[in-house]
C-alpha cells in the first residue's frame, strides 16, 4: 500500500495552511535556488563585478560559497572563476577553504590556467608561512585585470597582518627581519615602521617594537594605519 505523507493539514476554523517547519525551509530552499539556477552568466558575472567595482573584496569568498553551494558545485556555470574564488579565501586568511577548492577544482583547468597555478602557489607559501615566497608570487606575476586590485588589497592586508602578530611576538627586532617579514626594502621598511610608531636604534640596526594593544588605544592609531599602507601602496605603484 502507498500512503500519501502529507506535511501540512488544514485546521478546521481555518483556510489557513499550517506547514511543517521542515516543508517551510525546503520549499524556500528550492525557490532561492530556482531563482539563482535561472540566473544567466551574465547576471552572475554582473553581481560579481559589483564587489570587485566597491572593493568589497572581503565578501568575495561568501558571494562564491553562496552560489557554490545553492547551484550545487563550481561546475553550475561553464567558466566558473576559480581564479577570484581561491583569492577571496586568502584575503580572508581563510588558507583551509582555499586548499579544499584547489583540489575541487578539474585538472584540466587548473592545468590550463598559469594565473591559478600561481595563485596555488602563493597559497603554499601563505600556510608555511614562507614569507620571500610569498612576497615572490605576489610581485612576480603579470595579474589578470579581474584580480589585480584584489591581490594589492591582498597585499595590504597580509602586511597588516604581520605589522600585528610582530607587535605582539617581539619586543625588538632587526630591520633585516622586519624587511624580510614585510616583503619590503630596509629603507621602506623603515618608513613604513616609523609610521606605526616603532623606533629604530641606528648602532644596531633594532627596532624597537610598539605594542599593538598601546596602538589600539591611541586615537590616531587607525589613521596612522592607514597613512603608512597608502604610503607602500604609492611607493610600490
Known sequence: HTKTLSTCRKPAVSSVYLCNPITIFINEYRNKRQII????????????????????????????????????GTTALPEWPYNLHILGFLINNDLDNARFLWKRIPKHISDANPELQAFWRLTQAMWTRDSPTMYTCLHSNQWSVACSGAVAFLTETIRKRTMALLSKAYTT????????????????????VELAGWQLDVASKMLTVKNAEEEQQATTGYKQLQQLTEYVVHLEG
Open 37 to 72: 539556477v535561472a540566473m544567466s552568466g551574465e547576471e552572475f558575472f554582473t553581481h560579481l563585478q559589483a564587489i570587485i567595482n566597491a572593493r568589497d573584496y572581503q565578501n568575495l569568498s561568501p558571494f562564491f560559497e553562496q552560489y557554490e553551494l545553492t547551484l550545487g
Open 173 to 192: 627586532v632587526s630591520v633585516a627581519d622586519s624587511a624580510n617579514f614585510l616583503g619590503l626594502t630596509e629603507e621602506l621598511t623603515l618608513k613604513f
